[in-house]
């Protein structure tokens, strides 16, 4: 049973679209997050929720809006999608912030515009 | 500005041998350092992780090192294994603990 599952795992839209990537965890965790591995492969944090409340908001474009129904789900929405949008975009979960246990991840979606 | 840093992107090793791979960060108010290992198609998997009031944690073949004067951590795998090839990733952290800076990771080759 996936403990941290994104759909979908691949997604290829147009310029100008808008489009929802979905995470689900299953390990009882309060925090979830958004990273964004570049094409340089760096992954960069981008949201972060505690418990449905947003705790961390790097500096993402407001077409990017995250979404928390409760603390096993966050969605991330991202509206007018730019071709430099392409990258992996991968959700995690973690225990309560401070524990220092490290996040558990998805599998990524990986988002290509074209 | 990237505050971790892997300089090599890939590493080649022979089975049976050490693999090492080197982080540098450049924030020194990091106290809490962690690897991940992730293959393709997967997300990144937690391996091992080291506070900055040590210098030295090990977990089977997995060691990790931290240099805190010189802002440098590296991983020893020994014996290195062709299961253990994939792509190594970094990160670092601040006291607040929900938010790691990452590496853009070495791809660890392990020839049988």
């Known amino acids: 049973d996936t403990a941290v599952s994104q759909t979908p795992k691949y997604l290829v839209t147009q310029m100008g679209n808008d489009k929802s990537i979905k995470c689900e965890q299953n390990?009882?965790?309060?925090?979830m997050y958004w990273y964004k591995q570049d094409s340089k492969k760096f992954l960069k944090i981008m949201f972060s929720?505690?418990?449905?409340?947003?705790?961390i908001n790097e500096t993402v474009p407001n077409r990017f809006s995250p979404k928390s129904p409760d603390k096993a789900h966050l969605n991330l929405h991202i509206n007018s999608l730019e071709l430099g949008d392409s990258a992996v975009y991968f959700c995690?979960?973690?225990?309560?912030?401070?524990?220092?246990?490290?996040?558990?991840f998805g599998s990524g979606t990986r988002l290509t515009v074209v | 500005d990237q505050q971790v840093k892997q300089n090599s992107p890939s590493l080649s090793v022979q089975e049976g041998r050490i693999s090492i791979l080197n982080c540098d960060y450049t924030?020194?108010?990091?106290?809490?350092f962690l690897w991940y290992k992730k293959y393709p198609a997967e997300g990144p998997t937690f391996l091992i992780s080291?506070?900055?009031?040590?210098d030295k944690n090990e977990d089977g073949r997995f060691t990790v090192f931290l240099n805190k004067s010189a802002k440098h951590l590296s991983l020893h795998i020994v014996p290195s294994q062709p299961g253990d090839s994939a792509v190594y990733f970094c990160?670092?952290?601040?006291?607040?603990?929900?938010?790691?800076?990452f590496g853009s990771g070495t791809k660890l080759n392990v020839k049988p």
């Open positions: 929720y505690n418990n449905k409340e947003l705790i």
């Open positions: 924030n020194s108010m990091f106290d809490y």
């Open positions: 995690a979960s973690s225990q309560v912030p401070g524990q220092g246990v490290g996040y558990t």
């Open positions: 990160a670092a952290s601040r006291y607040n603990f929900n938010k790691f800076y």
């Open positions: 390990l009882g965790h309060d925090t």
């Open positions: 080291i506070s900055s009031i040590k």
